[in-house]
């Protein structure tokens, strides 16, 4: 046979609703670290980002069939389901901790920095870091906002303090400048 | 919404903050315009960077076991709530291969060859978008040997790991068995082995096979007997 090419997205995707567990652990490979590393930086533990991985995985497999290629790709779906448990999760914390202290029981501080907090202090990963660099401080600070703490623009206006527009430029001009900024270290490499 | 408006929005479309009214917007807009799609997936480029940079971390190796494991569980509760559902899937492929073939084996009995190209080209497409598929491709067998060898094969490439072929025999006088084979003209050599024909007295004989395998490349059907004659041939073609 002749040597096959690498698999797309949506075949992976069918072998893995079909219950391949070759495809799991294609996918587990592909996205766990960063799933993982998400779950530390938003949600704060190691034990909070397993239950992240675990639970992100779960929830790609009851959904897998409805992963539509021409929509998107693979990889952008599968973070943005695992932010969305993990802004679930940072939900219930917070409910958890109303209900506590609505009951008037000494309410268990959590010490975790908040999603906003948490991402300012986001540890990168070396070659990602660089590229990182190249955006601006507001930049950085606008799409941290969307992106961890799945932020409306005109939430993120709000933090910051600048118009809407501003708000919605600033992010975009981020996510693009980020690109560019990793295709040019990809070409010095 | 125009094109600008629907940049403006991307970003928290693609985010997942976009309120439903306006997400549906930028949907339906993104569908027909490839300029925005394009500039969505330079922004999901950006996203997967961000993600590389601000959080992929080294997961403990314990956790590979403990969600392929938890996948495990997964499938097997959802067979036990739904125990018909893997075996309905099964018998309605299978039945609608069985479909086929019988049209395809009545077709041949009428008019001794297949010829799917001159079915209606819309319910062609309806039948294609039902089942999921790229496209039928078939083949009329041309006979190498003297007496009368004639038939048909069907491919059916599909988008989904479940791409199937069928050949259909008739060779009154031939007894035996022969191997079908498929080949690529592409000059790489690449062969698949679709099965072996068993011929009843009558001369009929059938095969098929159903594979997750891409049989796209495969354009070259050969029938060959068990004594190394090849038998017939045909060109693989779209429907």
Redesign the interface.
């Known amino acids: 046979m002749r040597a096959r090419e690498p698999e797309s997205d949506a075949a992976l995707m069918q072998r893995f609703a079909r219950r391949e567990a070759p495809a799991a652990a294609v996918l587990y490979g592909r996205f766990a670290s960063r799933i993982y590393g998400l779950g530390i930086v938003m949600l704060g533990s190691d034990a909070a980002a397993q239950d992240l991985v675990q639970d992100t995985f779960v929830k790609l497999w009851r959904s897998a069939d409805r992963y539509d290629e021409s929509r998107g790709r693979l990889e952008t779906w599968v973070l943005l389901v695992a932010r969305s448990l993990a802004i679930d999760a940072l939900r219930r914390r917070v409910l958890e901790a109303r209900s506590l202290e609505t009951l008037g029981r000494p309410p268990e501080a959590d010490q975790r920095p908040q999603p906003d907090e948490l991402a300012a202090t986001a540890d990168m990963s070396a070659r990602a870091r660089s590229a990182m660099e190249a955006l601006s401080g507001e930049q950085r600070a606008a799409l941290e906002l969307a992106y961890f703490g799945g932020k409306t623009s005109a939430e993120v206006a709000e933090m910051e303090g600048i118009p809407i527009g501003t708000a919605k430029t600033r992010i975009r001009t981020a996510l693009l400048r980020l690109r560019e900024a990793m295709a040019e270290e990809q070409r010095d490499m | 919404m125009t094109c600008d408006e629907v940049?403006?929005?991307?970003?928290?479309h693609?985010?997942?903050?976009?309120d439903g009214p306006e997400d549906l917007e930028v949907?339906r807009h993104l569908r027909g315009c490839a300029g925005c799609r394009t500039e969505?997936?330079?922004?999901?480029?950006?996203?997967?960077?961000?993600?590389?940079?601000?959080?992929?971390?080294?997961?403990?190796p314990e956790?590979?076991d403990?969600?392929?494991t938890?996948?495990?569980q997964?499938?097997r509760d959802t067979d036990a709530e739904h125990p018909d559902a893997r075996r309905t899937r099964w018998v309605g492929r299978a039945a609608a291969v069985v479909a086929i073939a019988a049209v395809l084996a009545w077709g041949l009995t009428q008019t001794h060859r297949a010829n799917v190209a001159s079915a209606d080209a819309e319910s062609y497409r309806t039948v294609l978008n039902t089942l999921g598929g790229k496209e039928f491709r078939v083949g009329t067998l041309a006979s190498h040997v003297a007496h009368p060898f004639e038939g048909s094969v069907v491919l059916y490439d599909s988008?989904?790991?479940q791409s199937w072929g069928i050949v259909l025999v008739r060779a009154p006088g031939v007894s035996g068995k022969a191997t079908v084979t498929l080949s690529?003209s592409d000059g790489?050599g690449?062969t698949?082995d679709a099965g072996t024909l068993e011929f009843q007295p009558d001369g009929d004989a059938a095969t098929w096979l159903v594979t997750?395998s891409?049989l796209t490349?495969f354009d070259h059907v050969t029938i060959t007997a068990e004594d190394g004659t090849m038998l017939a041939s045909a060109d693989i073609e779209v429907a």
């Open positions: 940049r403006e929005l991307l970003p928290e693609l985010l997942g903050t976009l949907r969505m997936a330079a922004l999901s480029e950006g996203v997967e960077w961000f993600a590389r940079a601000a959080h992929d971390r080294t997961p403990p956790l590979h403990r969600v392929l938890t996948l495990a997964e499938w988008h989904q790991g690529s790489s690449t698949v997750s891409d490349p």
